[in-house]
């Protein structure tokens, strides 16, 4: 079955730098990569997706790369701001959305005033 | 998006006892639904996959006959934790998500369970 691997387990950045968050996938099938931020005690929220058909999507301050041959997918937060501060995870997914997300093991993103 | 919706958000039990919890698709049809279990500061980890009026598919690992999972409408599932123990104390998630083109799942907004 799908394995997704996340690094790194903690991240704590400077106000206005960037962050970087990257996974791999195992399953070769996968073709749909979310990203999703989770608050304290809340449901996950998908903040950006890409599918293996594209390899980078941008959106505002959010922008997520995808290597299909490494089997790479990689989230970019630019301009980093307090609200930012959350725990990240990425997930892979095979056909459609009748298909179990696999989670990765998540990323607590801090942000630095 | 769609609107799914978790019942109770919370909820304080004692060992042994049972307690269902309810994920209801607000405005659309689910096919599919799939019920989570996240522990403090770990990722959300797949239980079981609920087809409408099938039986569901557990993970390796996961007792089916502890965890309950009755999916019998399009817009309710309800998982029963039976004879919850201490260990069993953890925030459940349910996602919905149908076989139209989008990808997407949607999830509800978690059960919080408290085994005493």
């Known amino acids: 079955g799908e394995n997704v691997e996340q690094h790194p387990s903690t991240l704590s950045v400077q106000e206005g730098d960037s962050a970087v968050i990257k996974c791999t996938y195992s399953?070769?099938?996968?073709?749909?990569f979310p990203w999703y931020k989770q608050e304290l005690g809340k449901r996950p929220q998908l903040i950006i997706d890409?599918?293996?058909?594209?390899g980078e999507k941008k959106d505002q301050r959010i922008a997520v790369t995808l290597n299909k041959t490494a089997k790479h997918f990689s989230l970019h937060i630019t301009e980093t701001q307090p609200e930012d501060s959350a725990v990240y995870f990425c997930?892979?997914?095979?056909?459609?959305?009748?298909?179990?997300?696999?989670f990765g093991s998540g990323t607590r993103l801090s942000i630095r005033p | 998006g769609a609107v799914v919706s978790q019942h109770p958000s919370w909820v304080i039990c004692k060992s042994g006892t049972s307690v269902k919890i309810e994920c209801r698709s607000l405005d659309f049809q689910a096919t599919t639904m799939f019920w989570y279990r996240q522990f403090p500061k770990q990722s959300l980890m797949l239980m079981a996959t609920?087809?409408?009026?099938?039986?569901?598919?557990?993970e390796q690992g996961v007792e089916k006959d502890k965890f309950l999972i009755n999916h019998a409408s399009l817009t309710l599932s309800t998982l029963t934790v039976t004879s919850a123990h201490p260990e069993d104390s953890s925030f459940y998630i349910c996602s919905v998500g149908t076989r139209a083109s989008t990808d997407t799942q949607y999830f509800g907004p978690g059960t919080r369970l408290t085994v005493l």
């Open positions: 399953d070769s099938a996968s073709n749909y």
């Open positions: 997930a892979a997914q095979a056909g459609s959305s009748a298909s179990k997300i696999i």
């Open positions: 609920s087809n409408e009026g099938s039986k569901a598919t557990y």
């Open positions: 890409i599918r293996s058909n594209v």
